[in-house]
């Protein structure tokens, strides 16, 4: 299927809701938004402090902030621009690098956290509704009031526990800079909330009312994702297979290990030994699309011999928990392949495919072939998600493989028409929507 033909498919992390909770410091923006979180218990719902986008101090600078004479609570100590970026990043499904600033030494770090796949995010820090960029990119506006007293002791109790502050220093830098500075450019945010929040978490009400609106939120995307879905199944159906999808040959010995492994009285002992079996010959077939240049050896009886070399390195992601079974064929074939997983769960109610955890190898998107590995592909659901997030981290689709044991037509229609470039090794095609029964089999669960 040429690239041309390429169809759209948004993920639901791929237009993820940004919700800016401002107010002065101390105001408890923090605990407002974990108590958001909180009351949601869901994995898709992140937090983003502010605080991690101050910008790196010059040495000068530096010795300033330390006598505490620097002035942190002005809109110019903040990078807004890597901050739009990210939010834009985010906004778009992308993974999202976010720096760590550490209070402590005055000074962004080396090392960075990754934000990626959240359907929402929480966006806490004093100028979250400051900057218009970042407005355009909210959907929801939050300002968190508190008295002031109640935020000057708060903020000596932060800074001196958990930032290396004395209380003197706290408090010069309070009259100096955090107290005009509220009425300067904090407080006219309130005037651009959607939603005011007065007394933080002990407002049950207002935490109460953001996450019943959160919880809409999620239910339309979801809702949307499954009509996507079922619009990529309905354009599966009715195109031919495409030349990416890849059945093994089927040989004799092809089809005696089908046999045994479709017979119900096959005891486990066999059918884990088959199946090891049949996923070495998948990998062999996959692993013709790693690049090769050609080398030159001398044999064992010094003569020489024109053959191969990789040139590139091989990983595997395994999607969970059935993608386990190919693991002992995995390591038959390639034994010192790095591999990654991911956990994409369907929704029993929904039938809607969840991503829930990922681990990839590092380095991934210079690798020169990556396996997907899952023994059954029925709808196509979690594999889509599962080459998404690759293709989000920055690997190239031509390099991907979905390695499975069996697989629908539409299934593979479905991701192949969305990422026409990735190619689907199978053993053999199966019923659309078969039930998963190849991993229970083999781990007896």
């Not at 299927?1 to 800016?20: L, T």
């Not at 493989?401 to 095609?429: D, K």
Request: with cysteine; net charge neutral.
């Amino acid at each position: 299927m040429a690239s041309a033909n390429r169809i759209h498919y948004s993920p639901p992390w791929g237009d993820a809701s940004i919700i800016g909770v401002a107010g002065s410091s101390g105001s408890g923006k923090t605990s407002l938004a974990l108590a958001i979180v909180a009351s949601l218990n869901l994995p898709w719902v992140v937090i983003m402090s502010m605080d991690s986008f101050y910008k790196p101090l010059t040495p000068e600078q530096s010795r300033v902030a330390f006598r505490n004479e620097f002035d942190f609570d002005s809109p110019e100590a903040i990078d807004f621009d890597v901050l739009v970026d990210r939010l834009r990043d985010i906004k778009q499904g992308k993974v999202a690098e976010i720096p760590v600033y550490s209070f402590e030494k005055h000074a962004r770090l080396e090392e960075t956290t990754t934000i990626y796949s959240p359907h929402v995010l929480i966006l806490e820090g004093i100028f979250a509704l400051h900057d218009q960029r970042v407005l355009d990119l909210l959907d929801l506006k939050i300002f968190a009031e508190a008295d002031a007293d109640l935020c000057l002791s708060r903020r000596l109790v932060r800074d001196v526990k958990e930032r290396g502050r004395d209380i003197e220093g706290c408090i010069k830098q309070w009259f100096s800079f955090v107290k005009p500075n509220f009425y300067k450019y904090v407080s006219p945010q309130r005037e651009i909330a959607d939603i005011i929040i007065p007394r933080g978490i002990e407002n049950k009400v207002a935490i109460s009312m953001v996450s019943h609106q959160i919880q809409k939120t999620l239910s339309h995307k979801s809702a949307q994702h499954q009509a996507e879905l079922r619009r990529l199944g309905k354009i599966a159906e009715d195109a031919p297979l495409s030349s990416n999808a890849l059945v093994l040959k089927q040989t004799n010995q092809v089809h005696g290990i089908h046999t045994l492994l479709m017979n119900p009285q096959t005891s486990r002992e066999d059918y884990v030994f088959y199946f090891d079996r049949m996923v070495s010959m998948l990998i062999e077939k996959a692993v013709d699309f790693l690049p090769f240049e050609p080398g030159q050896v001398t044999t064992p009886q010094g003569n020489l011999y024109m053959g191969l070399k990789k040139t590139a390195e091989v990983s595997a992601v395994v999607i969970l928990r059935g993608g386990s079974a190919f693991e002992t064929g995995l390591r038959r074939t390639i034994p010192d392949c790095r591999t990654g997983r991911v956990l994409i769960q369907t929704n029993y109610r929904t039938g809607e495919p969840e991503l829930h955890y990922r681990a990839l190898p590092a380095g991934i998107s210079e690798h020169g072939l990556i396996l997907l590995l899952d023994p059954q592909m029925s709808s196509g659901g979690a594999a889509l998600m599962a080459v998404r997030v690759l293709v989000d981290h920055g690997v190239p689709e031509d390099r991907i493989v979905f390695v499975t044991y069996l697989a629908g037509r539409v299934g593979v229609n479905r991701v192949l028409s969305v990422f026409p470039e990735v190619r689907v090794v199978m053993a053999r095609m199966g019923d659309d929507m078969e039930n998963r029964w190849v991993e229970t089999r083999y781990l007896g669960c």
